[in-house]
Nanobody, 118 residues
Framework: QVQLVESGGGLVQAGGSLRLSCAAS????????MGWYRRAPGKQRELVAT???????IYADNVKGRFTISRDNAKNTVYLQMNSLKPEDTAVYYC????????????WGQGTQVTVSS
C-alpha cells in the first residue's frame, strides 16, 4: 500500500527552481511531522527540511534561505519549494512522515530525482 508519493523532480539549470510535492494518505499525514531528505550519488542521506503538524520548520544549513517547506493539511500534501538551485543539490529527494522525521524514522516515499546542471 503506497502511502507517500513524491512528484515534481526533474532537470533544471543552476539558479532555477523546482517545487516538489508529496501526497500522503490521510492516516499517515494527519498529526504527523513531515520531512524531506535527499541522497546524492556516493553520499550519505541528509535531512533537508521538516515541518511539524503545527507548521514549525527546520532546515539544513545548506538550504536555508533557498528552500521552503510547507504543508496543505486539506490536501494531505507537503511541498518543498527549491529556489536558487545549485549543482550540489542534485540528489534523489525523499518524503518522510512520522513523529521522529528529524531522526529519519517514519514512512518513506519512493523518491524523486532532482538534477541541477551547471
Amino acid at each position: 500500500q503506497v502511502q507517500l508519493v513524491e512528484s515534481g523532480g526533474g532537470l533544471v539549470q543552476a539558479g532555477g527552481s523546482l517545487r516538489l510535492s508529496c501526497a500522503a494518505s490521510r492516516s499517515i499525514f494527519s498529526g504527523n511531522a513531515m520531512g524531506w531528505y535527499r541522497r546524492a550519488p556516493g553520499k550519505q542521506r541528509e535531512l533537508v527540511a521538516t515541518i511539524t503538524s503545527g507548521g514549525s520548520t527546520i532546515y539544513a544549513d545548506n538550504v536555508k534561505g533557498r528552500f521552503t517547506i510547507s504543508r496543505d493539511n486539506a490536501k494531505n500534501t507537503v511541498y518543498l519549494q527549491m529556489n536558487s538551485l545549485k549543482p550540489e543539490d542534485t540528489a534523489v529527494y525523499y518524503c518522510v512522515a512520522g513523529a521522529l522525521v528529524t531522526l529519519g524514522f517514519g514512512s518513506w516515499g519512493q523518491g524523486t530525482q532532482v538534477t541541477v546542471s551547471s
